[in-house]
């Protein structure tokens, strides 16, 4: 596979936490990017990756994740736009929830069990994807983390407390740490 892993960002470095600017060249320096970013996406053994994870500031994820049905799902989402299920047709998965930008710790977060996605390809073409399961909460974990959301910033003040204070103690433990 082509492409270089690069380290992940980690919470608390600015540009994970303010929305990224949206792609306009696509061109080979973007699609350079996307390889990159699934070779990072690979190394850190992640179903998904945002460019702000490797911090770059363009809206622009990967993907390569299981559907509810298992079948795996591959590709790359520029200017992504979320769309969801109408409220009265919204069912919630409060599923276990982790990042490769927080590593270490998971936390329950109830989130839509559907997701849809619109956006681009990295040579320009409109893309639509559709997901259930672990590629619903992907598409919506990677799209929160362009807008400058961590998952822990769904959670409640008390969990997100508890989720950092574990990575806080497996960073200290760590000998990079």
């Not at 049905?69 to 047709?89: C, I, S, T, Y």
Request: aromatic share 6%; glycine share 8%; net charge negative.
């Amino acid at each position: 596979m082509a492409g270089h892993a690069r380290p992940i960002t980690l919470v608390g470095t600015p540009v994970l936490h303010q929305p990224c600017r949206p792609v306009e060249d696509f061109d080979a320096a973007l699609r350079e990017l996307a390889d990159d970013m699934f070779a990072s996406m690979y190394e850190a053994d992640g179903v998904g990756l945002a460019a702000n994870q490797i911090g770059v500031d363009l809206c622009v994820f990967v993907y390569d994740c299981p559907d509810a049905d298992g079948e795996r799902h591959k590709g790359v989402l520029v200017n992504p736009v979320l769309e969801l299920p109408a409220l009265e047709n919204r069912r919630l998965d409060d599923s276990d929830e982790g990042c490769l930008s927080l590593p270490g710790p998971y936390a329950r977060l109830a989130r839509p069990d559907h997701a849809t996605v619109h956006g681009f390809d990295v040579i320009g073409n409109a893309v639509t994807v559709e997901g259930t399961g672990l590629l619903a909460r992907c598409l919506q974990h990677e799209t929160d983390h362009l807008e400058g959301k961590v998952y822990i910033d769904r959670l409640s003040a008390r969990t997100r407390k508890k989720v950092l204070k574990e990575y806080e103690a497996l960073r200290a433990e760590s000998p990079a740490g």
